[in-house]
């Protein structure tokens, strides 16, 4: 079982920045991947960002040049970092996490309670 709690979420006017973080706590043997996801009100859930555990990133079209994803592999923490936000990236930001529980187990997907991001125009 993994737990992930996130914090940083809240208001923010148009152009400011917020820090989201999501750590990963229990029986975890490994990350493969953490990153974070998004769903506004009536749209589906998406991508906003990844991180591998080899430092590969991928980033939304729609963020790139303006968010940054981060980890500390030590404390199984994902970061991300949002600037220059827009009234289009309000919404509410899922931590996601791939990890192994233990050696020779498939990987397992967990998802934090989410937090939500307003961004005021």
């Known amino acids: 079982q993994v737990q992930l709690v996130e914090s940083g979420g809240g208001l923010v006017q148009a152009g400011g920045s917020l820090r989201l973080s999501c750590a990963a706590s229990?029986?975890?043997?490994?990350?493969?991947?953490m990153g974070w996801y998004r769903q506004a009100p009536g749209k589906q859930r998406e991508l906003v960002a990844l991180?591998?555990?080899?430092?590969?990133?991928n980033y939304a079209d729609s963020v790139k040049g303006r968010f940054t994803i981060s980890r500390d592999n030590a404390k199984n923490t994902v970061y991300l970092q949002m600037n220059s936000l827009k009234s289009e990236d309000t919404a509410v930001y899922y931590c996601?996490?791939?990890?192994?529980?233990?050696?020779?187990?498939?990987?397992?997907?967990?998802w934090g309670q989410g937090t939500q991001v307003t961004v005021s125009s």
């Open positions: 996601y996490v791939v990890g192994v529980l233990r050696l020779g187990v498939p990987p397992l997907s967990s």
């Open positions: 991180i591998t555990n080899s430092g590969s990133t």
């Open positions: 229990g029986s975890i043997f490994s990350i493969n991947a």
